[in-house]
T-cell receptor, first 122, second 108 residues
Framework: EVQLVESGGGLVQPGGSLRLSCAAS????????MTWVRQAPGKGLEWVSYITRSSSTISYTDSVKGRFTIFRDNAKNSLYLQMNSLRVEDTAVYYC??????FGVGSVFDYWGPGALVTVSS | DIQMTQSPSSLSASVGDRVTITCRAS??????LNWYQQKAGKAPKLLIYAASTLQSGVPSRFSGSGSGTDFTLTISSLQPEDFATYSCQQSHTTPNVSFGGGTKVQIK
């Protein structure tokens, strides 16, 4: 059974830092690209970041570029999101999700973790 | 950037009703459109990909249609477990995808 479990969320002051982790199991982690998606309270889903299986390609949504860093450790079956210079507007539940490309029809986020709440407030 | 607009933002329906949710893309995305279901306090779950293909294990009362800029998610006969928020997502610009704002399906 595929499982993704986030950890590391919490309350942080504006300008602070936090690192989220996502522990993967039930599949061969090193063969999948992964992604982070967030959801602010009462709002819709927002894609945050993406990393390929070998970390050779990484991308971010514009609002987090230069502040967030995605990385992974395939030996530990883990995905990470280092978040620096946090802003109030970064407050959200952060989900890690498995990225699956389907030839000819695009891509899907086919498995998601339960999410980790990050609250940025003074 | 491709903007995804869903309508309505919420709706009230009864068990057994036919429900239709619309998603519009700001530019042509072909069939690169996915639908997710999210229950309160839970993670999203993939329902439909490539506009009309049901993910494994998803009941056949769910269906998707459309291409280009206009898409529809239909629940043919609403069940109690279907009350949730539904979001569309374009994967035309993968991995930099974008989601619609969501449609909350509530009990009438």
């Amino acid at each position: 059974e595929v499982q993704l479990v986030e950890s590391g969320g919490g309350l942080v002051q504006p300008g602070g830092s936090l690192r989220l982790s996502c522990a993967a199991s039930g599949f061969t982690f090193s063969t999948y690209s992964m992604t982070w998606v967030r959801q602010a309270p009462g709002k819709g889903l927002e894609w945050v970041s993406y990393i390929t299986r070998s970390s050779s390609t990484i991308s971010y949504t514009d609002s987090v570029k230069g502040r967030f860093t995605i990385f992974r450790d395939n030996a530990k079956n883990s995905l990470y999101l280092q978040m620096n210079s946090l802003r109030v507007e970064d407050t959200a539940v952060y989900y890690c999700a498995r990225f699956t490309a389907i030839f000819g029809v695009g891509s899907v986020f086919d498995y998601w973790g339960p999410g980790a709440l990050v609250t940025v407030s003074s | 950037d491709i903007q995804m607009t869903q309508s309505p933002s919420s709706l009230s329906a009864s068990v057994g009703d036919r429900v239709t949710i619309t998603c519009r893309a700001s530019q042509n995305i072909g069939s690169y459109l996915n639908w997710y279901q999210q229950k309160a306090g839970k993670a999203p779950k993939l329902l439909i990909y490539a506009a009309s293909t049901l993910q494994s294990g998803v009941p056949s009362r769910f269906s998707g249609s459309g291409s280009g800029t206009d898409f529809t998610l239909t629940i043919s006969s609403l069940q109690p477990e279907d009350f949730a928020t539904y979001s569309c997502q374009q994967s035309h610009t993968t991995p930099n995808v974008s989601f619609g704002g969501g449609t909350k399906v509530q009990i009438k």
